[in-house]
């Protein structure tokens, strides 16, 4: 939004130029009188309307500079939202369906759901989603920064809800509070893979929220959204499982 000219501006770009063409008509038989007060006029226009060509350049510039970095930014979320597929992926064999689906519930639906944990395929749904509408911002000529906001705000929705409905719940009931059959399943190599996986999202959480940082510092206009994001507790280890072999 333009600045609101003070009453000095307001006078010296219309007032006082008109007083001197006024006066220049007076004075008009006299050559160095009248050149002088024209001049007075110019410069006290140009005086006057400096400020605002140098606001609205300003502003130019930092728009300019806004949609360069809202378009590198968008590229680099598109990133993040594929490298997100490692952990919701179903196909994946060290994410999460692969994990706890496959290796503990043995692909048993009703183990699954004892565990009262939200499948994997919703939130790979809703990754996928997301990384056709990314696609779609980071293919404008001119990308906005409300899109780019837009696609900060739905990413970390998305990473957090996944650590709050999907790993803290794992997390906090394996291996202790599994089923007596689900326990029987429990391997040092299940265990091994959990803490695996969760080495490997706090490792993404932290590139993420690193970017999200540096992104705060290089916009003209902060997102003022945050880039904190909670990860899950460790693993709970319990001596004495099972391996595969055994089982």
């Known amino acids: 939004m333009d600045e609101k000219k003070s009453i000095f501006e307001r006078f010296s770009q219309f007032v006082v130029p008109l007083v001197v063409a006024v006066a220049a008509m007076f004075f008009q038989h006299q050559r160095t009188v009248a050149l002088a007060l024209i001049a007075l006029g110019c410069l006290s226009l140009a005086v006057s309307t400096f400020p605002w060509l140098a606001h609205r350049f300003g502003e130019r510039r930092l728009k300019r500079r806004e949609t360069e970095v809202v378009k590198v930014a968008l590229i680099n979320i598109g990133r993040h939202v594929r490298k997100f597929a490692q952990f919701t992926d179903l196909n994946t064999r060290d994410g999460v369906n692969g994990i706890v689906f496959g290796d503990l519930c043995g692909n048993n639906m009703g183990h699954y759901e004892g565990l009262h944990i939200l499948e994997p395929r919703l939130f790979d749904d809703l990754r996928?989603?997301?990384?056709?509408?990314?696609?779609?911002?980071?293919?404008?000529?001119?990308?906005?920064?409300?899109?780019?906001?837009?696609?900060?705000?739905?990413?970390?929705?998305?990473?957090?809800?996944?650590?709050?409905?999907?790993?803290?719940?794992?997390?906090?009931?394996?291996?202790?509070?599994?089923?007596?059959?689900?326990?029987?399943?429990?391997?040092?190599?299940?265990?091994?893979e959990l803490i695996q996986l969760r080495e490997r999202f706090v490792i993404f959480l932290s590139s993420y929220t690193e970017f999200l940082r540096e992104l705060e510092e290089h916009l003209p206009r902060p997102l003022g959204l945050g880039w904190y994001i909670q990860g899950p507790k460790p693993l709970q280890i319990l001596q004495g499982a099972k391996t595969i072999a055994e089982l």
Do not use: H, W
Request: proline residues 6%; charged residues 25%; contains cysteine.
């Open 128 to 192: 996928e989603q997301l990384s056709n509408r990314v696609a779609l911002r980071s293919a404008e000529r001119k990308p906005s920064y409300d899109a780019l906001r837009m696609t900060v705000d739905e990413f970390s929705y998305l990473a957090s809800s996944f650590c709050r409905y999907i790993l803290n719940p794992i997390y906090e009931q394996v291996p202790t509070k599994l089923t007596d059959e689900l326990r029987g399943r429990y391997t040092p190599q299940i265990q091994s």
